[in-house]
């Protein structure tokens, strides 16, 4: 089993709709939990951190977290053409390092 | 501060070669981690320095591989014999202490072994 597993997409909405992003986590342990978007060919950007459980909002962006089901996700509301990139989601088990998923492409068409 | 800096920002060796990278970590940040990342996947940990001591090193870690972070600012990773494996970007990143902060990332040193 994958330390973090996201869906692996590719993942296209409309612009405007609602993009749900998904990740579970297999270290039960873990305090802190962390989105990244990376457009292509940059690096990646952090862009919300989530270490309750329940939703964290910031702006267009919800973080959830269930610590009992080891899941975390990501929406995306009003979704534009320039939040096509990929996402990824990270989760530090201790206070040393971070562990990535895979990523999630997502393409939002106008 | 201008964030993160990496050097460079692409590399074309051939197999067999060595080669270093250089990274400027945020100055107030004591931690400094190095990832690889592929294509479609996502980064994989290298290892990471707290302050000038190197922490912790991934088992998948050659003894080809070795990093530094004299007088903890910044640090660099050198690949001995290069392998066309090794080709993958290389990312920097930097953190304040503690469990609760993300990573700032460099612009990454992408790295091609012919």
């Known amino acids: 089993q994958k330390e973090v597993e996201q869906n692996s997409g590719p993942l296209s909405v409309p612009e405007g709709a609602i993009a749900s992003l998904n990740c579970t986590y297999s270290?039960?342990?873990?305090?802190?939990f962390f989105w990244y978007r990376q457009y292509s060919g940059k690096s990646p950007e952090l862009i919300m951190s989530i270490y309750s459980n329940g939703d964290k909002e910031d702006g267009r962006f919800t973080a959830q977290l269930n610590k009992a089901s080891q899941y975390v996700s990501l929406l995306i509301r009003d979704s534009q053409p320039s939040d096509s990139a990929t996402y990824l989601c990270?989760?530090?088990?201790?206070?040393?390092?971070?562990?990535f998923g895979a990523g999630t492409r997502l393409t939002v068409k106008p | 501060d201008t964030g993160v800096s990496q050097d460079p920002r692409h590399k074309i060796t051939k197999r067999g070669q060595n080669v270093t990278f250089r990274c400027d970590p945020i100055?107030?940040?004591?931690?400094l981690y190095w990832y690889r990342q592929t294509l479609g996947q996502g980064p994989e940990f290298l290892t990471y320095f707290q302050n000038e001591a190197q922490l912790e090193k991934s088992r998948l870690l050659s003894d080809r591989f070795s990093a530094e972070r004299p007088k903890g600012s910044f640090s660099t990773l050198e690949i001995q014999r290069t392998e066309q494996g090794d080709s993958a970007m290389y990312l920097c990143?930097?953190?304040?202490?503690?469990?609760?902060?993300?990573?700032?990332f460099g612009s990454g040193t992408r790295l091609t072994v012919v």
């Open positions: 270290d039960r342990g873990s305090q802190s």
């Open positions: 990143a930097s953190s304040p202490l503690g469990q609760g902060y993300g990573y700032t």
């Open positions: 100055s107030e940040h004591n931690r």
């Open positions: 990270a989760v530090r088990p201790n206070n040393n390092d971070m562990r």
